[in-house]
T-cell receptor, first 108, second 118 residues
Framework: ELKVEQNPLFLSMQEGKNYTIYCNYS?????LYWYRQDPGKSLESLFV?????AVKQEGRLMASLDTKARLSTLHITAAVHDLSATYFC????????FGTGTRLQVFP | GAVVSQHPSWVICKSGTSVKIECRSL??????MFWYRQFPKQSLMLMAT?????????EQGVEKDKFLINHASLTLSTLTVTSAHPEDSSFYIC??????????????FGQGTRLTVV
């Protein structure tokens, strides 16, 4: 059974700081997604990682994928309050299985 | 980009009644649709996978007689929560893959439906 775990579950960080969210998955998968969810809303697609070594960046967020280690990371650079949300990774085989989620709170 | 429309956005129903949630792909043909349930402050849990024209595949622990899924066309899947009870109150989200791009392409998500059973 595919399991996807994220670490940490909750992250409170000061504006301007950097941090990394980790996503481990248990079975072979070449596709990994990152999503953002604001309270009461559905998912917003952030990154689609399709191959080993893939790295994508958008603004203050950068995602990477290591399929051999079954690990993806979401790095936050110089956090701002607008990044406060819950972030999910999801591993894709024939179905999309979500990680536990990381609730990010950025304070001044 | 691909758009998935879910309706209604929120619904309040009485215990014991049934509620139907629709999920439509607006600009592509969705051969596969997924239904998720999300309780407050938790992750999305896959309930079932539906393929157009065939029976849905339910995840372990999901009652197929309670959560009826119909995927009668390439643009519409419905989830009916039968005999709803307060513990069924949750956020339900659908997603769909574009069949024309292959079987394992990115899935696009609906806006979600917040169900409250009173």
């Amino acid at each position: 059974e595919l399991k996807v775990e994220q670490n940490p579950l909750f992250l409170s960080m000061q504006e301007g700081k950097n941090y990394t969210i980790y996503c481990n998955y248990s079975t072979t998968s070449d596709r990994l997604y990152w999503y953002r969810q604001d309270p009461g809303k559905s998912l917003e697609s952030l990154f689609v990682l399709l191959s080993n070594g893939a790295v994508k960046q958008e603004g203050r967020l950068m995602a990477s994928l290591d399929t051999k280690a079954r690990l993806s990371t979401l790095h936050i650079t110089a956090a701002v309050h607008d990044l406060s949300a819950t972030y999910f990774c999801a591993s894709d085989t024939d179905k999309l299985i979500f990680g536990t989620g990381t609730r990010l709170q950025v304070f001044p | 980009g691909a758009v998935v429309s879910q309706h209604p956005s929120w619904v309040i129903c009485k215990s014991g009644t049934s509620v139907k949630i629709e999920c439509r792909s607006l600009d592509f043909q969705a051969t596969t649709m997924f239904w998720y349930r999300q309780f407050p402050k938790q992750s999305l849990m896959l309930m079932a996978t539906s393929n157009e024209g065939s029976k849905a595949t339910y995840e372990q622990g999901v009652e197929k007689d309670k959560f009826l899924i119909n995927h009668a066309s390439l643009t519409l899947s419905t989830l009916t929560v039968t005999s709803a009870h307060p513990e069924d109150s949750s956020f339900y989200i659908c997603s769909a893959r574009d069949g024309a791009r292959g079987s394992n392409t990115e899935a696009f998500f609906g806006q979600g439906t917040r169900l409250t059973v009173v």
